[in-house]
């Protein structure tokens, strides 16, 4: 594969391009790039010091990788932006590197990340994600493979959306989303019922699908104390690979173990 850039873009001597990556015009490169075969970098593109991409993706107009981060504890430190193979970044999306917290920002695979979309420092973003336009995440966000987030979301900082699980657009997600839920709202935000339609559409079997319902049924609907609920899950439904994964998520909680809340009707 035959590299192709534009004569307009600067591209620092000491950035790694593979085989085959296009650069459009007046995009900017910096030092200590390292970018995978096949990627192609739209016009006006800005990829800062510490950035690693994949191979295979399609970065928009106007996206901003790397920058330093929005935090007043930053000073400086080398830390770095690490995004895989095949994701697709859209118009004017900014992803800024960690900060000695952890020392990265990491996206994964196979996402689709929607115009004006902003991840800030240390957050980790799976694989075979949509987050669609202008979702704002804080920093120290997690997001587990296969979800989704609706446009216009706001995610506070150190917010976990789990596996599976669907965000609802102009959402205030304060609150930990576990795997395989939807949930939304703006004042409250809230547990809104299983993500069955998008499970059925991954392969997961109605038998499945049946099971982690009636996990959280109990968890969000039976009317217990979350700690009671949880210990109902153990004693009551089968130990499959989802039922644990729900469990571990609420027992790995963090910053006062802020979950979403149990729909109000």
């Known amino acids: 594969m035959i590299s192709t850039i534009h004569p307009t873009a600067i591209i620092s001597p000491d950035a790694v391009l593979g085989a085959g990556v296009s650069v459009g015009p007046y995009s900017v490169i ?86 004006y979309v902003h991840a800030g420092h240390d957050c980790v973003i799976g694989s075979n994600v949509v987050i669609a336009n202008s979702v704002q995440f804080g920093g120290h966000c997690e997001v587990g493979d296969y979800a989704v987030v609706g446009g216009l979301a706001g995610v506070h900082q ?55 319902r009636d996990v959280y049924r109990i968890i969000f609907q039976s009317g217990l104390l979350l700690g009671n609920a949880l210990e109902r899950v153990r004693s009551e439904c089968p130990s499959e690979p989802e039922v644990l994964e729900i469990l571990e998520f609420f027992a790995s909680g963090r910053y006062g173990r802020k979950f979403i809340r149990p729909f109000s009707s």
């Open 30 to 115: 910096e030092d200590d790039v390292t970018i995978g075969s096949g990627t192609a970098v739209g016009p006006q593109v800005h990829i800062a010091a510490g950035t690693r991409i994949g191979s295979d993706c399609r970065i928009h107009t106007g996206a901003v990788l790397g920058g330093e981060p929005q935090d007043l504890k930053f000073s400086g430190e080398k830390t770095c932006l690490i995004i895989g193979d095949r994701t697709v970044i859209r118009e004017c999306v900014t992803l800024n590197r960690g900060t000695k917290a952890s020392g990265k920002t990491v996206v994964g695979s196979d996402n689709l990340i929607m115009a």
């Open 158 to 212: 150190f917010v976990r959306i789990g596996r599976y699980s669907m965000v609802g657009g102009i959402s205030r997600a304060s609150s930990d989303v576990p795997p395989f839920v939807m949930a939304g709202g703006h004042a409250s935000f809230r547990y809104e019922g299983l993500n069955a339609i998008g499970l059925k559409r991954r392969g997961f079997s109605p038998e499945k699908i049946t099971l982690i």
